[in-house]
């Protein structure tokens, strides 16, 4: 086991990442000792899902990903991670669901206009997502897909996609709901949030259901590139320094906080390398072909108006 | 009389698959991949600006988005006769690379080794490792807890032949545990050049908006050098032990014996040479990779759109109720054969071209080693293996390009978008061979087809009623028990598929 010196180290890591301070630690190291002697079932389900935010929850790395299964959790089905395959699979998930008091996890939409466009152990995704919801402690949508219904609703969305906590509302499921958007989520804000949820309730949301630790200020406002906004500082191409904004950036109407937390253990992300935010974890992420997430095509197409 | 049997689903690999065999005499007799989850990406890309295209197509796949970012920027270059720097070169391989080795850790220890280490030997653990004895402790207290299925994830599994050496066993938990903090460090190395992963934010046409600095360079070859360690002293011996302790898996799932490479890792210099190279083996022939030879067929598949259309002329109309079709996954074909792609395919057309020798001499240490012929890499245990080689192989040539980069200069080129225009982009993911075909009308997207490396491996039957590479591969296994098929898993999982890349 690990000693208590460990414990309190990664109950000071988790604190900090939730953004309570240190006089949370004692509360903290009390819900991980929770976590792991009564380590509360989780049965995440993936809809039509790239497993993206699987990958990004197995980046988390305060506590890790070993950590995470063996102490704060108890991961009953995962198709990604479960020795467990076929009919023996799918008896885990359906006694999960029968014995109830588990939260649930889902990754990736609802083709609620086509149920044959995702199935699992011969049932379509839609059906079971709603039967485990109405058994559910909670439901936690992981990823703008769950969260909003994502790429696969987009405009054209062909196989009628939505958001999982949409998806439950029309057909009255009442049960605590929780959205993580994201493309993928952050897998601080997975772990945070599931922690928060587990030890302290439901953390305090914003009015999309949103935790508001992890939400509550636009990108733009905790930009790096900010000066560059206000000075007028622009870029006008692809790898320009100065403020992404006329290149379609859509920090300013992006609530999330990767220009403060940073990806990958604080490697990198979106703005400091580069790329425009896109704003994946909104609610109108890629819906619109009329909305472009690079503005490069409108800036070239004036330069050649003023040629003419 | 033959026994059908269901697995569903697959768990351990991407997404949603599931497989029925049928069972004959303790052995498979007949096999069938369905793939069952759709999106209709193709459909939702159309009419949209081309720059969002490396974008929303990265969301095929969350395990190797990059390669769907690299086919797209790809393809855009070709439209656009956008030129990239070699700094710009530089950072996709590097990107992909660590993508790449990413990916293959996962596969081989997260997904795949369970089906052979036995995870039970952790209770006899009696050493001092703590990762290990929290493992330990926690098997304990789930056995003796009263839960429903106890374990999970870990446990319950097949019954069926495991690994015995209890040396071997507690090597590979360990390595399985160290294994998830190598494969976030291959993300972390990624992410240095392209802003954040899974879904790179840096990647466009004309080369990447990263800045190189100096800085930047050493983090990379620093993390780089750590994991190029883990490869070369845990991921290469376990696969060997492993193997060692089932040869009869050389022998097993080998599949219809053509392979298809389309090639990737660009060379930084002005060639469209790339180190990993294009080809095709049928019957152990080598010829030339020529794209016009690809058509997807849709008999058997969720799709009302005309069958045996070339991708640049791809349609993916749905059609979930249609009569006789069992998978959303469509029949690739090249010159109407069925084609094997993935690290196999790329270590078999790399060993008969010969070129590169750098990946030759990597195959032969491997056949010395394990006293195997190359005839035997052609099955389960052959696929880890050059799923391994190559990992190694990565890992070296992205410790190169590294120091290639020049800091300071520009890894971008300006490029505009013409009214129409056409573009392929073909490179490989670590699934395999990967093309995105783009056509552009009124500086929109008008058609985009993605044929991806499980498209080809899983697919369902074709119009010839020729089963899929998998299909085939399952023929002939041995089941000893239909109520744990064990040894069909193995065999689906070398392949490693991803249905989220293959149906998109």
């Known amino acids: 086991m690990i000693s208590r010196r460990e414990f309190l180290d990664y109950s000071a890591r988790l604190a900090l990442m939730l953004g309570l301070g240190t006089s949370a630690v004692p509360r903290i190291s009390e819900a991980l000792e929770l976590l792991s002697s009564e380590a509360p079932p989780v049965l995440w389900l993936q809809g039509q899902s790239c497993s993206g935010c699987s990958v990004s929850f197995m980046n988390t790395d305060a506590p890790g990903p070993a950590a995470m299964l063996l102490r704060y959790l108890s991961l009953k089905f995962h198709s990604t991670l479960s020795t467990a395959t076929g009919d023996v699979g799918m008896d885990i998930v359906h006694s999960t669901i029968e014995r109830g008091g588990f939260y649930l996890v889902v990754e990736g939409a609802m083709p609620v206009g086509m149920p044959e466009a995702c199935k699992m152990g011969h049932e379509p995704m839609t059906d079971l997502v709603a039967r485990a919801a109405a058994r559910a402690k909670a439901v936690v949508s992981v990823g703008t897909c769950a969260a909003y219904g994502g790429i696969p609703s987009a405009q054209n969305n062909p196989t009628g996609a939505m958001g999982v906590p949409e998806h439950l509302k029309r057909l009255n499921i009442s049960t605590t709901m929780v959205r993580i958007p994201g493309c993928p989520a952050h897998p601080d804000w997975t772990v945070g949030t599931l922690v928060h949820i587990i030890k302290f309730g439901m953390p305090e949301l914003d009015n999309e259901l949103r935790p508001k630790l992890f939400y509550s200020k636009l990108i733009h406002e905790r930009c790096h590139r900010f000066a560059d906004y206000e000075r007028e500082n622009f870029a006008k191409q692809f790898s320009d320094d100065g403020c992404l904004f006329k290149l379609g950036c859509v920090g300013t109407n992006t609530y999330a906080d990767c220009t403060l937390r940073f990806w990958n253990s604080r490697t990198n992300s979106c703005i400091p390398s580069g790329g425009p935010c896109i704003g994946c974890a909104s609610e109108q992420f890629a819906s619109k072909a009329s909305f472009p997430f690079y503005r490069k095509t409108e800036s070239a197409n004036k330069k050649e108006d003023n040629r003419s | 009389m033959a026994k059908t049997v269901i697995i569903d689903p697959i768990s351990r690999i991407e997404g949603h698959l599931a497989v029925r065999v049928e069972i004959e005499s303790k052995a498979v007799k007949n096999a069938y991949c369905s793939g069952e989850m759709f999106r209709g990406f193709e459909v939702i890309l159309k009419g949209r600006d081309p720059l969002d295209a490396q974008q929303i197509t990265q969301r095929i796949c969350g395990v190797c988005p990059v390669s769907h970012g690299i086919a797209s920027v790809l393809a855009q270059d070709m439209a656009y006769r956008a030129s990239v720097p070699s700094n710009g070169k530089l950072a996709r391989n590097l990107i992909l690379g660590a993508n790449y080795i990413q990916s293959h850790l996962t596969h081989f220890y997260h997904l795949s080794a369970l089906d052979f280490i036995d995870i039970q030997a952790i209770t006899g653990y009696l050493g001092k490792d703590p990762a290990l004895n929290e493992l330990k402790d926690w098997v304990k207290v789930q056995i003796s807890s009263g839960q429903v299925y106890p374990g999970a994830p870990f446990l319950p599994r097949y019954l069926g032949g495991y690994v015995k050496s209890s040396d071997l066993n507690i090597t590979a938990i360990k390595h399985y545990l160290e294994a998830f903090d190598f494969r976030s460090m291959a993300q972390r190395a990624g992410a240095i050049f392209c802003g954040k992963l899974p879904h ?60 298809l490479a389309f090639g990737v890792f660009r060379e930084p210099s002005g060639s469209q040479n790339t180190f990993f190279p294009s080809g095709t083996l049928v019957d152990g022939r080598l010829t030339p990779f020529n794209p016009d030879f690809i058509r997807e067929y849709t008999q058997y598949s969720l799709f009302s759109s005309p069958t045996g259309l070339e991708p640049s002329k791809g349609e993916s109309q749905p059609d979930p109720k249609k009569q006789g079709a069992y998978s959303w996954i469509k029949a690739p074909r ?14 078999l057309v790399s060993l008969a071209d010969g070129k590169n020798q750098t990946i030759v001499r990597e195959i032969n240490n491997f056949l010395k080693d394990t006293g195997q012929k190359p005839e035997n890499m052609v099955s389960v245990m052959g696929r880890h293996a050059a799923r391994a080689i190559e990992c190694k192989l990565v890992a070296d040539q992205c410790l190169e390009w590294v120091e290639q980069l020049i800091p300071g200069r520009s890894a971008f080129t300006d490029f505009e978008i013409p009214e129409s225009t056409e573009g392929i982009g073909l490179t490989e993911a670590p699934r395999g061979a990967l093309g995105h075909w783009l056509q552009i009308r009124d500086k929109k997207i008008s058609r985009y087809q993605c044929v991806v490396p499980t498209t080809w491996n899983c697919s369902p039957r074709d119009d010839q009623g020729v089963p899929g590479p998998v299909e085939q591969a399952l023929v002939g296994t041995p089941v000893s028990d239909d109520r744990n098929p064990l040894e069909a898993t193995r065999v689906v999982r070398s392949f490693d598929p991803c249905i989220a890349c293959a149906v998109h």
């Open chain 2, 334 to 347: 090249y010159n109407g054969q069925v084609m094997e792609v993935g690290p196999l395919a790329r270590i």
């Open chain 2, 200 to 259: 790179a934010a840096s990647l466009v046409p004309g080369g990447v908006t990263e800045k190189i600095d100096s800085q930047k360079i050493l983090a990379y070859r620093t993390l780089m050098q750590q994991i190029r360690t883990f490869i070369v002293q845990a991921y290469l011996p376990d696969v060997m032990a492993v193997a060692a302790s089932f040869p009869e898996y050389f022998r097993m799932g080998k599949g219809c014996g053509n392979f």
